[in-house]
DNA sequence: GCCGCTCGTGGTAGCGCTGTCAATCGGTGC
DNA sequence: GCACCGATTGACAGCGCTACCACGAGCGGC
């Protein structure tokens, strides 16, 4: 009984060694540091693992090595547009690395966030990626104890759990109600759903931006718990108007609202930018396509994902960076639906 | 020396064992089927685990026992909204099982396709769901190879690599453009982007249907292998008015593209649907919230992730389907941009 | 009272790979 | 010519868990 639970066609390491006349630890270098060998015996492993169709056993990888060439990523949601850009960073850049990715979904609870780290910790990976700044004290013991890089992204606060890739939505609120303002706007509303973390400092950037130009209003806020969503920016804006006649301008808190704002301008024949100004937050591709093309805080969502990515890898592999908290900003994009009312 | 790599704060199956008082094997059996045991000892094995923090380690349990509780996903995008509604059903239809997902992006590319077939291969996932049934030749022998249950998703056919979920493509356009013919359209243009195989068969429904009707011509079709985009549906409304200045409907492949075709129209004061009606495809949020509110066709997508995965888990755990093949359909939502126009 | 059954439990022996460290080899400096 | 050095290579011993099989206890049927 040579061996007992083998597999029948299962090929291991120790048939490409044998095929190659090597040892199985000298195949098994080959897959992970081909440099380390003399020419010939590369050639020679590298095809017998063709010959054999050989595929490697990632468990025993992994138990054999006490870890994971995976990336964990936590995101809060996958219906969220926003997070389909920074995905799309993050696998653009670990396309070619080592590594893998396997993202899982928070729903945007910080106890789910929770138990799914947890659940990495016993996959041992070997980066980690995080939304937001707001986890349980748990968590952040967690992440702490995990013992390999993390990156916290979409935003920037004063104490990184290791890294940081964002920018501050306080900040970009405020730049928009302000440009909203500095085109003579006063009756300034925002409308907002979900009122996650990061909503709730652009919320923070419009009160703070509504205070200091004297404009402030509670009767111009309006926000709801529900998911997001084009149908919902229309009801909230419908709402506004009947809470605040006189409206002059609405900050969405992100660019779905916008969107369904405006089509509800457009159903009850409100001009905008002349009657109404909008403002979006996000810049998705639509908002420069829309008529009147509308104005919203372009946030480098790419890049924060490919960013994260690439400072995970680096740090991995024991290049730390010099600055662990990276700024990407944000730019604000004015377009049509917030120009000047004419005189 | 008694453990030679250990880590330092490890904790092991083995620790819990002899806290709780029995055998390494009876704390294993607690894990994975806790009905199995007796009362005191589950209870004990239960306490112990908690008050040592015991996490389990997944590699050593992969390798032990030859799998994975993992399903792998295939999906070709992620910029695509429609699979977030397809994820989205994944995600809710496995939580709370012991499956957990890895979703990896194929890029729209067979052989990219391919090779993370081959590296799923590496991992042996419990099942597998992939987008679509143009696989190449060696993507199915994997796939065959593979011994697990596979799911393909978003359109069926007559040969299915195990279990199918999805509907027709080609029917569902047909239908999308027979109601465009039947309020009267006759110069029915289609606009379509990306041409993956699934829109290539809307393409062919389009096509049939029009042939039938005794309306096809060359000139009402246009389409580009670009990315989509609402800008893109601007652009290409743009080019096909340009073409043929006498269109009085466009189908859409897909939402975006509508969306996009929309604005166009209202930057160039075409009346929609009077001079011109819009369809789209797919059903998003924002069709019904557009103004006017846009038809479409409907598709079941959130639908489609959660079957995909329930299939699976019944499959892995032996109640295999009666149908491995199933059609959910779509419907076609009639609104306001492909009213009759006026007599 | 004995048989055979089920249920719960434990011992043994790996799963396929890699970390550690020692051994080997060819070339180098003096 | 010899000690020495870095570059390659290999032997060994696990990594933490579970499959397999064995075993004993409890129980109903005859």
Redesign the interface.
Known sequence: MARK?S?AGAIRLTEVAKLAGVSPITASRFFRNPEALSVSKRERVESAAKELGY??????R??AS?R?EVIGVLIPS??N?VF??V??GI?DASEGSRY??????TRYSILQEEKLL??F????PSGLIVTGINQTEASIDIMKAMNCPIVQIMEIGPEPVDMMVGFSHYDAAFAAVSHLISQGRRRIGIIGARMDPRVQRRLEGYRDAMKQAGLADPALILTTPTPT???L??TLLADLLAQVPDLDAVFCIND?LA??AL??C??RQIPVPEKLAIVGFNDM??M????PSLSSVRTNRYEMGRDAVTMLIDAIEGRRPEKPVVDLGFELMVRGSSARPRA
Not at 55 to 60: E, F, G, R, T
Not at 100 to 105: G, P, R, T, Y
Not at 121 to 124: E, G, M, N, P, R
């Open positions: 639970r597999k595929v490697p056993n990632l468990a025993a992994a138990l006490q994971t996958l219906t547009n389909n850009d995905l799309r696998y893998s990715i396997q993202f899982v979904n947890r659940l910790q016993a996959q041992k969503g084009m149908t920016g229309g779905d969107l369904g089509f509800e457009q159903r591709e639509f420069a396509s829309a008529f």
